[in-house]
């Protein structure tokens, strides 16, 4: 097994201004068309050498340039790394005439466009095809393997999916009728919730992660390239992203692949519930399906602090890497 160290925090801000920008400047992007004629960004870093590839889904609001340390990191560990952005959002068409809501038509449309993207990443000469998929890109990338079973991956790890959004009891059993309902009298995509245009969280009071510096690093990215930035959900993303959440869960069966969850204990994003339901499901199934509870980690797993985030990376790496 090939081993390579996580960047640790103390060498940080040196090292992603030095080793990851030279790696990301040896990029390969573009776009592909997804539903709709909409244009999906992609990137990959490859080596001639590589026999496995990893294709990284990223959340909600999120781009695959927010990834360029977890890039980094497997493709010193031997892997060609793959990622994209997701329609809405990154640097892929915005849907809506305000850039920064949150929108989708369907949830299929994002699990159709990763068909699409996966693809053209032409990953038939890989020897082992793993993915790594987080929060919103966890329920996607569930679907996509649920839909789609010819998709030739041989394991997926979930860090903090979404099956579910965290929220009151109170909420839960009408929020995605209320959001329907909004969605069916709005004459055209609006902000639903509080979170409106975005907007940066004093790192104190951030949900994702107790890493200052990765948190910081992630800010300042959004402020040196503000096309990326995305504020808050209309009602027809929140309705659509509960539904597709939930038929993650009723489809569990319908994942045959070894799957690794890895939940954050201190989740206040997503439903860390509907995981719990997801993986009882699916173990029945499944077994090759297995949880892992990422102590004291926020909803970010990856971008967590270096004991949070070292001992998540490791547990991604042996999951693959076991025959």
């Known amino acids: 097994m090939i081993t390579a160290n996580p960047i640790q925090e103390s060498d940080y801000p040196e090292i992603m201004h030095g080793k990851i920008n030279n790696f990301w400047q040896k990029r390969e992007e573009g776009f592909v068309l997804g539903k709709g004629q909409k244009n999906l960004y992609w990137v990959s870093v490859t080596s001639a050498n590589h026999t496995k ?19 980094y990191h497997f493709f010193q560990l031997g892997y060609d790394v793959y990622s994209f952005d997701h329609r809405g959002q990154g640097l892929s068409d915005r ?58 991956f041989d394991r997926v790890a979930l860090s903090a999916p979404m099956f579910g959004v965290n929220m009151s009891p109170l909420l839960k059993p009408i929020a995605p009728y209320w959001a329907c309902l909004v969605s069916l009298i709005s004459i055209k995509p609006d902000y639903l919730t509080k979170n409106r245009e975005y907007r940066a969280k004093p790192f104190k009071l951030n949900p994702l992660t107790s890493s200052k510096v990765r948190y910081k690093w992630f800010r300042d990215l959004y ?18 992203a ?48 297995k949880l892992e509870i990422s102590k004291g980690s926020k909803h970010e797993i990856l971008f967590e602090n270096d004991k949070i985030r070292d001992e998540a990376l490791s547990m991604i790496h042996r999951f693959f890497e076991q025959d």
Request: aromatic share 8%.
């Open 53 to 71: 590839a990893i294709v990284v889904a990223n959340g909600r609001v999120e781009s695959a340039w927010k990834y360029q340390e977890l890039l």
């Open 95 to 152: 849907l809506t005439e305000d850039r920064q809501i949150g929108h989708v038509d369907s949830f299929s449309h994002y699990v159709d466009d990763m068909a699409e993207l996966v693809d053209g990443f032409k990953l038939g000469r890989y020897d082992q095809k793993f993915l790594i998929a987080h929060s919103m890109g966890g329920a996607i990338s569930t679907r996509y393997l649920q839909c789609y079973p010819n998709h030739g």
């Open 223 to 240: 402020e040196d390239m503000p096309q990326l930035k995305i504020g808050g959900p209309s009602a027809h993303w929140i309705w659509q």
């Open 242 to 289: 509960l539904s597709g959440a939930a038929a993650c869960i009723k489809n569990a069966k319908k994942l045959v692949i070894p799957t690794l969850l890895i939940q954050a204990e201190r989740d206040d994003i997503v439903s860390n519930q509907a995981q719990l339901a997801f993986i009882a499901s699916l173990s029945i199934t499944n077994k090759a399906s």
